[in-house]
């Protein structure tokens, strides 16, 4: 079953944040006591969404716009049964906080009248629906994993070290001496009678047609991108004879060149070591980029080769023909328009300005700490507003875009990389695209999970929100930026709220025993192992 993430984020009548606020502390409030004392961190009444994840409930301060009421989940399956469990669950709770918010001034007004009107029982899917935003970028961690099966698996944890603990009689357990393939034959015949579902045969996490079309997309956004890229080059061809045209664009590739260089280098105080390089990267990738270069030339020119024909009478094999030369003239183009547009790039980055030391609230900073670590797992909210400028707007999108479709193939196995802390993260745009949120939920603590990112996915991280207002300085969208671990975090801090209400379906589950508990569920389901599957898999015993 496919995972959804998504977020709806209203705005709040500004004399209403307050009441908004208690209301979701009360919420949170409401949750089982904690055997050390005080309240405990988790609303056990949200097992009655059965598609549930996570679930976060906030609301964001700011001084440029109004407050912000956020609803963030993750869940298995399509949006409309899970709002119908959530409101069968916490449905008089939302349609108050849903009275604190603005009517909106859309054609979504008198569906907004029609669920907060006093004593009102009209559905609150419809509206949450229709509110919804689609991330613009998204990671699950334990892709393919539905919550079910997340909690069943543990179970068979639970089992398996129930079992192996079984010492008879207070005597030495009877799994000690046996081999991995003895142990694995043992405790599969203990273990079937109580989780028969291990005859079955584990569904796909990612099934086939899914992990085709994850494929096909990034394909076919980037053929697109190359197109758009050359279509400069190609519409200058059409008017200059190729002589001139060689010229032309290897007068502008040596100047554009030649002020990159002047300009490329970091400014004073802003550079972070790094061993990435841009012209290694472009060596290491030669092969494989002139042959897809080659497979885009055939594709466009099969695809265009028809309008051709149809614009200018020609007969199949001449429009093919000037198709593909065309097209292979837009090619060589595209360095320039490239180099270019870094360049337009380079010289924002020299402009903007950052912010060294971001305030925040003291009062607010502590109350995130208050609510932090209580459990394996935090939370993380955060709003900033995006850069100004066509080339940022341009930027946000297809990187957003890029970086979403690459993480669906990089990201198979449920890691983010060498990151095995992240179970859902996603980015999305608000309050007419000007600004950015994200929302995550983590293993360990906010400050560990943040290093984490520094150290390991800062390139991606400095892509997702440089054109945040305020973001340490960048180069080349991918450079310095994150790498500046201290400003980057002060940053980060100054960007979020209190998480006042969230919620873990499996809270005592961190991402990587996640995949423990399912790579000892996958052994158990087979029959039989070899005896190098069985070393293996003992492993995770």
Known sequence: ?????????????????????????????????????????????????????????????????????????????????????????????????????????????????????????????????????????????????????????????????????????????????????????????????????????????????????????????????????????????????????????????????????????????TATPTKFSFIKLSIQTLVPTLIFFGIYVVVAAAAGTGISMLMTGRSLALAWKDMLVWLGWGLVSLPVTLAALVFWLRCLERADASQDAPPVDPLMLREMARREDWIPQNHMGSVVLIKPGILRMIIIRVGHHALGLALRIVARDGYLGSMRTIHFAHWAMVNNKSRLMFFSNFDQTWESYLDDFIEKAHGGLTLAWCCGVGFPPTRFLVKDGASHGRQFKEWARHSMTVSRFWYSAYKDLTAEQIERNFRIACGLRKPRLSAKEAAAWINDL
């Open 1 to 269: 079953m496919r995972q959804t993430t998504l977020s709806v984020a209203l705005e709040v009548k500004p004399e209403s944040a307050d009441h908004l606020s208690g209301l979701l502390d009360k919420l949170r409030d409401r949750r089982n006591p904690d055997p050390s004392g005080g309240t405990g961190p988790f609303a056990e009444f949200l097992t009655l969404v059965p598609a549930l994840h996570f679930i976060s409930l906030s609301v964001f301060p700011g001084a440029e716009y109004d407050p912000l009421f956020v609803v963030e989940a993750n869940f298995d399956g399509q949006p409309g049964p899970f709002w119908a469990q959530l409101e069968s669950a916490i449905g008089d709770d939302l349609r108050a906080f849903l009275r604190c918010c603005k009517r909106p001034l859309d054609n979504d007004g008198p569906l907004y009248d029609s669920i907060t009107a006093p004593d009102s029982r009209a559905p609150i899917a419809p509206y949450m629906e229709r509110r919804a935003l689609t991330p613009t970028v998204f990671h699950h961690g334990n892709r393919g994993m539905t919550r079910d099966r997340i909690l069943a698996e543990h179970a068979l944890f639970l089992g398996t070290r129930g079992e192996l603990a079984n010492t008879a009689s207070g005597g030495p357990s009877p799994y000690r001496r046996l081999s991995a393939v003895e142990v694995h034959n043992k405790l599969r015949a203990a273990l079937l009678p109580k989780f028969d579902w291990l005859n079955q045969k584990a569904p796909a996490r990612i099934p086939f047609f899914q992990g085709l079309m994850d494929y096909v997309q990034l394909v076919a956004f980037v053929l697109m991108v190359v197109f758009v890229l050359s279509l400069p080059g190609l519409i200058v061809k059409l008017e200059m004879p190729w002589e001139r045209y060689l010229i032309l664009l290897g007068v502008l590739f040596v100047g554009l060149a030649a002020l990159l260089k002047k300009i490329g280098v970091a400014l004073p105080g």
